[in-house]
């Protein structure tokens, strides 16, 4: 499956900001879905995982509450509504995809097979 993600942007502490992935080239619907992010000098981070039907969601606790993660598959898309934002969320924002028939604990544990090229998320102050 290809990803591309995309949506980022400048915006300020507070704000609201909808990322969206497009994916390709396979059956959408067999993928749990996930988002990640890296902020500079710092390790890739997982934030939100989806399951391939979008029945359970699994977020990290720095974003829980803010945060949300959804799904469209007729459309082979994938959503990361982020509100509230903090210069702290500042970072590469990536969507990303486990092997096909994985379940969402694979996005969650990190064994992600496809990656998006990362869309940048800049949150002033």
């Known amino acids: 499956v290809q990803l591309q993600a995309s949506g980022g942007g400048l915006v300020q502490a507070g704000d609201s900001l909808r990322l969206s992935c497009s994916a390709s080239?396979?059956?959408?619907?067999?993928?749990?879905m996930g988002w990640f992010r890296q902020a500079p000098g710092k390790e890739r981070e997982f934030l939100a995982a989806?399951?391939?039907?979008?029945?359970?969601?699994y977020y990290a606790d720095s974003v829980r509450g803010r945060f949300t993660i959804s799904r469209d598959n007729a459309k082979n898309m994938v959503y990361l509504q982020m509100n509230s934002l903090k210069p702290e969320d500042t970072a590469v924002y990536y969507c990303?995809?486990?092997?096909?028939?994985?379940?969402?604990?694979?996005?969650?544990?990190?064994?992600?097979?496809?990656w998006g090229q990362g869309t940048l998320v800049t949150v002033s102050s």
């Open positions: 990303a995809a486990p092997e096909e028939n994985q379940s969402i604990r694979a996005v969650m544990l990190g064994t992600i097979d496809y």
């Open positions: 080239g396979s059956t959408f619907s067999n993928y749990a």
């Open positions: 989806i399951s391939w039907s979008g029945g359970s969601t």
